[in-house]
């Protein structure tokens, strides 16, 4: 990877896990954003993982521990998993079902969570469907701001790669023998 787009890419992140620590609405929040663009964007998987991570842990400092951050940590691997589909082939109807299919994969697994982990709601089917219910109206904001961080990531290094030639990335294309 070339130096300037690796710098463009970690600055993105760490902007976007800054974004954290500004007011926002409940569940307002660049993660799974964070999360595809990463394992999109950078071409060393091991990269892919460790600059989201790193990032998100960082914000995490600053907010605090909580009891889920093994649920929303697993959650954050998974989708830089779902942002490798994206790697060959960014275009904005790819970006747009990866995000949406991120927002539901965090809905799930962070509600499970809830369910499994804290004392909120019984252990029983009923506790289960109760758990999703009442977290229903906070998937709006999970599911926009997936969509939004998304646009702005995606879209800036698109921008940006458009302006500046050096932050392309370059793939060698094989040649027809």
């Keep these: 990877m070339n130096k300037p787009r690796f710098a463009v890419l970690i600055g993105m992140i760490l902007v976007a896990a800054a974004l954290r620590l500004v007011p926002h609405p409940p569940n307002f929040a660049p993660l799974t954003a964070m999360a595809l663009f990463g394992g999109a ?11 989201p991570l790193i990032a998100l842990f960082l914000s995490d400092l600053v907010i605090g521990f909580y009891a889920l951050m093994p649920v929303v940590y697993g959650s954050f691997v998974l989708t830089v998993c779902l942002g490798f589909w994206l790697r060959h082939q960014r275009n904005a109807s790819r970006v747009i ?12 697994l962070t509600n499970l969570g809830v ?63």
């Design 41 to 51: 964007c950078f071409t060393d998987k091991r990269l892919a993982f460790l600059v």
């Design 115 to 177: 369910w499994a982990f804290e004392t909120l709601y019984p252990k029983t089917t009923g506790g289960l469907v109760d758990c999703f219910v009442m977290a229903i109206p906070f998937f709006g904001n999970t599911l926009v701001s997936s969509l939004l961080y998304s646009a702005m990531l995606f879209g800036g290094l698109a921008f940006a790669e458009s302006r500046f030639n050096g932050l392309r990335e370059y793939r060698l294309i094989p040649s027809a023998a």
């Design 97 to 108: 079902g990866a995000s949406i299919v991120s927002a539901i994969m965090f809905f799930i």
